[in-house]
T-cell receptor, first 116, second 111 residues
Framework: DAGVIQSPRHEVTEMGQEVTLRCKPI?????LFWYRQTMMRGLELLIY????????DSGMPEDRFSAKMPNASFSTLKIQPSEPRDSAVYFC??????????????FGPGTRLLVL | DQQVKQNSPSLSVQEGRISILNCDYT??????FLWYKKYPAEGPTFLIS?????DKNEDGRFTVFLNKSAKHLSLHIVPSQPGDSAVYFC??????????FGTGTRLKVLA
């Protein structure tokens, strides 16, 4: 398996523009997670899905952020409108089950977003 | 409020010596703990985990220790190698729920 695939790897945009990040989880995994990494806060969970259904979006910073998972092999994280403080590395991860049962999460390579 | 804290942002160790990375947590409901390693331009990769019913788990050069009374977790790497240079994240989970990550510690192993 190719692992978790994310695109684009780098994104530079101007404030106010819409940004869409994409993720393809590992085949057969039923959980998908979106994280944001910043120097100050480390890795923060934004939202996670189980069987394509959003379960917990309490980490989504504000209404400008939205995530969808239309099918088991694809998810998007959208920021509209983008702001400079959204600049960070965004990771997608997938797993077969949740932590506690010994199931680890597999991370994609991340999308480095810079909002000017 | 950070429920999982890694108070040392960086650590330098000589090759062959022991590296000790520390992690503190505040939520007594956490019962599963993990360490992830991250190289530049890559996603974090799973390294080692420990359940709260144990106080030690070992995998080759890597050992994780859990002190529940102190709410403290540590990762020992012996002997340290230059290839171990990376950012290490600890994470905790309250049962079958989501991970809470720390801010990471950047380890540099000097040759």
């Amino acid at each position: 398996d190719a692992g978790v695939i994310q695109s684009p790897r780098h994104e530079v945009t101007e404030m106010g523009q819409e940004v869409t990040l994409r993720c393809k989880p590992i085949s057969g995994h039923d959980y998908l997670f979106w994280y944001r990494q910043t120097m100050m806060r480390g890795l923060e969970l934004l939202i996670y899905f189980n069987n394509n259904v959003p379960i917990d979006d309490s980490g989504m910073p504000e209404d400008r952020f939205s995530a969808k998972m239309p099918n088991a092999s694809f998810s998007t994280l959208k920021i509209q409108p983008s702001e400079p403080r959204d600049s960070a590395v965004y990771f997608c991860a997938s797993s077969f089950g949740l932590a506690g049962g010994g199931e680890t999460q597999y991370f994609g390579p991340g999308t480095r977003l810079l909002v000017l | 409020d950070q429920q999982v804290k890694q108070n040392s942002p960086s650590l330098s160790v000589q090759e062959g010596r022991i590296s000790i990375l520390n992690c503190d947590y505040t939520n007594s409901m956490f019962d599963y703990f993990l360490w992830y390693k991250k190289y530049p331009a890559e996603g974090p990769t799973f390294l080692i985990s420990i359940s709260s019913i144990k106080d030690k788990n070992e995998d080759g050069r890597f050992t994780v220790f859990l002190n529940k009374s102190a709410k403290h977790l540590s990762l020992h790497i012996v002997p340290s190698q230059p290839g171990d240079s990376a950012v290490y994240f600890c994470a905790a989970a309250p049962g079958t729920y989501k991970y809470i990550f720390g801010t990471g510690t950047r380890l540099k192993v000097l040759a």
